[in-house]
């Protein structure tokens, strides 16, 4: 078999650089989701056709596209668009995060249909207006019961993160690329790499695991 990793020795503080720079945005973006997914549930669940209305079609839009497409249109169309030179790392904050909303607005609104009615019925008859009854006894109850889909969703943003090398974003798959064309060998860093990605996801998943078992306990 024809493998050197011994080439790539070298070059793996470069390559595990791209740990910080994948996870950096990746974090950003997750915050985003998370927010705008948030209010997005809310909007699908109200009783304003409006703002149900734009929650669904938002949902529709970002679901029914493949996510490269939409990193693509930001990157390029903004620029074309606006003359702001948009940089690879907003374009995929953006993408990401836009995106990941679309999903996570579905788990929340899962996970709110999910709490008993009866905690809706039991606040209304005490009079507890509605922003605090969401923000103080719905909310915490569902964000309970979505934790496990929340990680499934922050593990595949990670995993998807490969795709911001198509602009030209330092992560983790660009900096194997890089290495793989000054060593004329793609092969040993791209295994490097996935090494790198399967360890993270792991961590990743062990973290989710012992978060949902606390939580349990305290029921």
Do not use: H
């Not at 990746?26 to 927010?35: A, D, L, Q, R």
């Not at 836009?98 to 999903?103: D, F, K, R, V, W």
């Amino acid at each position: 078999m024809n493998l050197d990793f011994s080439q790539i020795v070298p070059y793996i503080p470069f390559i595990l650089e791209g740990i910080g720079a994948t996870l950096k945005f990746v974090s950003i973006s997750i915050v985003m989701g998370f927010v705008l997914g948030t209010l997005l549930a809310l909007c699908k669940i109200t009783k304003l056709p409006f703002l149900k209305g734009f929650a669904v079609f938002y949902t529709s839009m970002f679901r029914g596209t493949p996510l490269i497409l939409q990193l693509m249109i930001i990157y390029f169309a903004v620029p074309q668009l606006t003359g702001y030179d948009i940089t690879a790392f907003l374009s995929a904050v953006l993408a990401f995060g836009l995106n990941s909303a679309a999903y996570i607005s579905e788990i929340i609104r899962g996970g709110i249909q999910a709490v008993d009615r009866g905690q809706t019925e039991a606040a209304e008859a005490l009079g507890v207006p509605y922003k605090p009854m969401m923000l103080n006894i719905i909310l915490p109850q569902a964000f309970k019961n979505i934790l496990p889909a929340m990680m499934n969703e922050f593990i595949t943003l990670t995993k998807e993160s490969a795709l911001v090398s198509t602009i030209g974003y330092l992560d983790l798959m660009r900096r194997a690329q890089v290495v793989g064309s000054d060593i004329y060998r793609s092969f040993e860093p791209l295994i490097f790499v996935a090494l790198i990605y399967w360890v993270m996801v792991y961590l990743l998943t062990v973290a989710g695991s012992l978060v949902e078992r606390r939580l349990r306990q305290s029921d």
